[in-house]
């Protein structure tokens, strides 16, 4: 066929599809790979641009403007400061993402009912009449707090194409409500700027300089895959330095790789810390002289002024604070699943490690209680006093090198803020939202609900939010959120429920400069392409230009520059902050280079050094295990009952928890969600190769399945309280009994009830963390039987 046949064809069935409905099973996306003429091959730099972070360098070889093959980095000694940046099999897969059937081809309006999937294709000049109208009319009769630009990650680090196009515009128009915090990270974050400030962590070459490698939850090997993304580093270093793995599940990450796995049940990493806490304090382990000179908070002599008596952390470990309760390695037993003479060795060998690299991934904190998991990780370093010294980390997760900015998105007139994880209230009960209640930042009280959202490059309205029926009725009121705009590549599962649905660029068809960042090196690439997009799509620099011309801001949004000018602006703006970085013209000319990290990597190293002349960014200038913020916070916010803010690091029960043995008695299993090298959260889910690459399947221990009659392969509803999935069983012992799993990002099928695509968030609850008002994604208890 030629290639103009095969666009005509391609877009005429991809038109037919949108008037009765469009699907999006991945079974049936039959990729149809175009036959190319035999001219010269072209090689064009790009990257994969989807949200592992990695952004992996991709060797895009075409013929005629149609890709043929997709190869990566092989560039370099693979060694030291010369890591390729090696895509993974998603990245790899990027040609059969470009030609995939059901790619958005041309700009389109719906005509069923939202989540129906039916549109027809209009013109871009009627879509960008219907949006710009749509934009006046909410911000005429609502206000501009009524826009919401829905959380997206569909696309990272563009440097003037992606989200940060759609931001700048809104802002020029007044502004919007704006969000904070992360799916992936929303509780581990706040709980990291209370005890230290920031963020903040050591690289993962300090692995190597450790005694003990101790991680939670902490899978590398399954979501930052990329030749220069950790896994590898994580890999080599667990060869030569002991490593113990708690995780309820064998991950990727612990396959080989571990001295000892031990099994813990979900949300009660909290408990073991506290265990270890009392072993060490018992044992007189602990470094008493450490916390005396740069913590606040451990016992009475650092507690703050203000604090009520007895409110310290040892007095609440030992036993001698309100609770009565001593938090010893049997207590912790009966609550984690760890049996007692295992935490009695781990909190030996932790006092014995001369520089203890205690590290945790962010599956661990997206629980109910996730805030006070990662506080409680973050007391063992200091407890043994290892810490800014060679080989040891804060319990963060480990540093990443960035250096590239984005494009400026201007000021926000409106100062409102939501949790990211809040929308779907701002869209029922937006008016009643509060500062004490919800988490709105910026105001005390939100003055509109959303009445339109601006989706760019992201599934999470549907597929990624929790709850997902019941985000689906919140969706299809037309009552409520008038107006959503959906701006993205393929027919996702949040698609199906736009009223204007517009075809973005892919990847491998952008001009822009990203960097993959390196565990101990950052590698630039000049992304350039010589593919011709097949279909009638345009990049979000595109919409957004054409509407800031419609609506009178052009001028504010170029400034004067091109595309192409904003991406050297930014890139040479990122270049004043790190000189190391090469010229735009060299990483243009080179299309791919390989920048060195300076300084150790070695966390809080001149704090530990000076504390007084590098105070930490916390109020007291210390680490704060007692937080005289959060206390005021636990007096003064509304919470519902169960949630506990608390000044210093406590574990708590929670709702659907490990001993929620009331709702256990219908949903007996514990189930979390896991990540997969098949997708990057729902990034890739249609892509055929990947799906039988890597099955969609709910673990279970061999007890759990035996005692329900189950094995691997056999079909089963996965039922809670929210909603019921179909799908299949694996049956391992690389889950503790009583555990599932299921791998999230499945895309959400409805059919009669049930979620027959595998979608894990049609079990996940919409009630958020106390504090940060996160993503509770990994509480939930379920039943599953035979279908």
């Known amino acids: 066929m030629e290639r103009r046949s095969f666009l005509k064809a391609s877009a005429a069935l991809g038109c037919a599809a949108t008037v009765v409905g469009c699907k999006t099973d991945s079974d049936e996306v039959n990729v149809v790979p175009p036959q190319p003429p035999l001219t010269e091959e072209q090689m064009n730099w790009s990257s994969c641009t989807c949200n592992c972070a990695a952004s992996c360098a991709l060797k895009v070889i075409s013929q005629d403007g149609v890709v043929t093959r997709v190869e990566s980095d092989n560039l370099g000694t693979d060694k030291g400061v010369e890591l390729q940046s090696r895509a993974c099999l998603r990245g790899r897969a990027s040609r059969q993402k470009i030609y995939a059937n059901d790619r958005l081809k041309v700009p389109m309006k719906r005509v069923g009912k939202r989540g129906e999937g039916k549109f027809i294709p209009i013109s871009w000049d009627e879509a960008y009449s219907t949006i710009a109208s749509e934009l006046r009319r909410v911000i005429d009769t609502y206000g501009n707090d009524a826009i919401y630009w829905q959380y997206a990650s569909g696309t990272n680090q563009f440097r003037a194409g992606g989200r940060e196009s759609s931001k700048r515009l809104l802002n020029l128009l007044g502004g919007f409500l704006d969000m904070y915090g992360s799916y992936s990270a929303a509780q581990i974050a706040p709980a990291s700027v209370y005890t230290f400030g920031d963020m903040s962590s050591s690289a993962y070459k300090q692995m190597n300089n450790s005694d003990l490698i101790l991680s939670f939850g902490f899978n590398p090997s399954e979501t930052r895959m990329s030749g220069s993304g950790g896994g590898l580093d994580y890999s080599l270093a667990c060869q030569q330095v002991e490593a113990i793995i708690v995780d309820p599940r064998y991950s990727e990450s612990a396959l080989g790789k571990e001295h000892t796995w031990l099994a813990i049940r979900p949300g009660t990493d909290a408990a073991l810390c506290e265990a270890l806490a009392y072993q060490l304090i018992s044992q007189n382990q602990h470094d008493q002289a450490f916390l005396d000179k740069y913590c606040v908070g451990f016992d009475e002599k650092t507690l703050p002024t203000s604090a009520p008596a007895n409110a310290d952390y040892k007095s609440y470990i030992l036993g001698n604070s309100d609770d009565g309760i001593a938090k010893t390695p049997k207590w912790a037993a009966e609550i984690t699943g760890i049996p007692e003479l295992n935490i009695i060795k781990l909190a030996d060998k932790l006092a014995a490690a001369n520089a203890p690299y205690i590290t945790q991934g962010w599956g661990p904190q997206r629980q109910a209680n996730g805030e006070q998991t990662s506080r409680a990780i973050f007391m063992l370093p200091l407890l043994v006093g290892k810490l800014g010294i060679a080989g040891t980390n804060n319990g963060n997760w480990p540093r990443h090198a960035h250096s590239l900015g984005a494009m400026p998105i201007g000021t926000n007139s409106i100062k409102a803020k ?123 620099f595109e919409v957004c230009l054409e509407l800031a011309k419609r609506m009178g801001v052009e001028d504010g949004f170029t400034e004067g520059r091109s595309y192409q000018q904003w991406v050297e602006f930014v890139y040479e703006s990122s270049r004043k902050r790190n000189p190391a970085l090469p010229t735009y013209q060299e990483v243009i000319e080179q299309g791919l280079v390989k920048v060195s990290q300076s300084g150790e990597g070695i966390v809080m190293d001149k704090f530990i050094a000076s504390p007084v002349e590098n105070a930490l960014n916390t109020p007291s200038g210390k680490i704060e295990i007692y937080s005289e913020r959060l206390a005021q916070m636990s007096e003064n916010w509304v919470l519902p009952e169960g949630d506990i803010i608390s000044a210093i690091p406590k574990f708590c029960d929670t709702w659907e928890g490990a001993r929620d043995t009331v709702t256990q008695e219908k949903y007996p299993l514990q189930m979390i969600g896991h990540h997969t090298k098949g997708r990057t959260h729902s990034s890739f889910h249609n892509i055929p190769w990947l799906r039988e690459a890597v099955e969609d399947a709910v673990w279970m221990n061999p007890i759990d399945a035996d005692s329900r009659g189950l094995k691997s392969g056999d079909t089963v509803i996965v039922n809670s309280k929210r909603g019921s999935v179909r799908t299949v069983t694996k049956v391992t012992p690389r889950i503790m009994p009583g555990v599932t799993s299921l791998p999230q990002g499945a895309w959400f099928k409805p059919e009669n009830g049930v979620d027959i695509g595998g979608n894990i968030n049609s079990i996940t609850s919409l009630r958020p963390s106390p504090l940060a008002k996160g993503n509770p994604q990994h509480t939930n208890l379920v039943q599953i039987k035979k279908a």
Do not use: R
């Open 418 to 540: 939501i949790p990211c994880f809040m929308w779907t209230e701002a869209i029922t009960n937006g008016v009643n939202m509060t500062a004490v209640e919800h988490g709105v930042q910026g105001v005390e009280k939100l003055e509109n609900s959303i009445k339109f959202i601006w989706n760019y490059a992201g599934n999470t309205m549907i597929n990624q939010h929790s709850d997902t029926f019941g985000t689906a009725k919140i969706l299809e009121d037309e009552s409520l959120c008038e107006f959503i705009l959906v701006h993205d590549v393929q027919m996702t599962p949040s698609a199906m429920y736009a009223d204007i649905l517009l075809p973005d660029v892919m990847d491998l068809e952008q001009h822009d400069i990203v960097a993959n960042p390196g565990t101990d090196m950052e590698t630039i690439i000049a992304m350039t392409s010589s593919v011709k997009p097949p279909f009638d799509v345009k990049s979000c």
